[in-house]
């Protein structure tokens, strides 16, 4: 029967009609309400520096279809989050995260919705600018200045160089702070050809320096 509305209740009479015309209407039927699968959740998706967002409706009763719903499920990355309406996580540059949300009903089984976000690519081009301080001269009593541009803001990374070490070639690193405005300068001070601090020689006159992974230009 059509033109019925999932959740109501209804009532049926049957009347029996002939050339004579109509019969009396039978008992009427015990009340019943029609319905339908559970109504599939919307969820909206956001994603913004490293980080992506989901909202939808928590109330579980609001996707029910004529039967009242009896478990709502909501997972990130197939773990369960809390069913609060909103969810957000810092999954970093080039990432996708999805959101999947269930829904069953005491009858008419389940409707499940699956939406994805995904980060942009990191928005940074670093570079490392390395300069030889004092005089070359004089038993190489001089330093290198490595001037960082391009970083990520407020952070911290790792500068190294060439050493010579057991007659090969190993390296020496050290940690650099990041201003707000992703820049920093860093220097190594070196004394007959051994930086201060160290001791070990380093390998070269213009050595192979560089801060996570950027090498160095002179």
Known sequence: MSGLTNGTNYTFTVTAENAAGAGPASVATAAGSPFGPPRTPTINANASGTTVSF???????????????????VTFERSAVANNGSFSRDIGYSATGTLTIRVCA??????EATQSARTGAEPYNPSVQASQTGSPGGGW???YRLTLNGFRANST?????????????????????????????????MSDGVPIGSNKSISVDAPAMSCDGVRASY
């Open 106 to 111: 005491a009858e008419g089984g389940c409707r």
């Open 157 to 189: 990374v790792t500068c190294s160089f060439a050493i010579t070490e057991g007659g090969g070639v190993g390296t020496q690193s050290w940690r650099v702070g990041v201003d707000g405005a992703g820049n920093a300068v860093t220097t190594v001070q």
């Open 141 to 143: 009593d001089h330093g």
């Open 55 to 73: 909202s939808w409706d928590s109330n579980a009763q609001s996707y029910a279809n004529g039967r009242q719903i009896t478990s709502m499920d």
